[in-house]
């Protein structure tokens, strides 16, 4: 199940790691114990992207159950400041089903 609204606020050439609970239809917490996820910051919903992470590197993506974390280095998003809109998708080890997990907005605030 989408959970939209998903937003939240950091820091221009800082380390972060947005965290994000997968739930299946009835609300419960989804196993993504082997997924391909794919996690995206855009310009806006229908803009290009700015950042892109995935399980296929090392390090971008740590998956604990239904709990995904997405690890942002500082260099990420280095310059970048203002509102972007971000997806996070998954496609499961389990059906190979896609679903859009997480949408929302990310705001980026300059640093010094």
């Known amino acids: ?3 939209i ?6 820091w221009s050439g800082d380390d972060v790691t947005p965290r994000f609970s997968v ?4 609300g419960a917490g989804e196993d993504m114990t082997g997924a ?22 090392a390090g971008h993506i740590t998956i604990s159950g239904s709990t995904v ?4 280095a500082a260099s990420d998003t280095s310059g970048l400041t203002g509102d972007y809109y971000h997806e996070l998708q998954a496609r499961r080890a389990a059906d190979g089903k896609v679903q859009t997990a997480a949408v929302g907005w990310v705001t980026i605030n300059r640093d010094l």
């Open 1 to 3: 199940m989408t959970r």
């Open 5 to 10: 609204g998903q937003s939240f606020t950091i």
């Open 23 to 26: 739930t299946g239809s009835g």
């Open 36 to 57: 391909s996820i794919i996690f995206v910051i855009f310009n806006s919903p229908t803009g290009g992207s700015v950042l892109r992470k995935t399980t296929d590197t």
């Open 69 to 72: 974390d997405i690890n942002i």
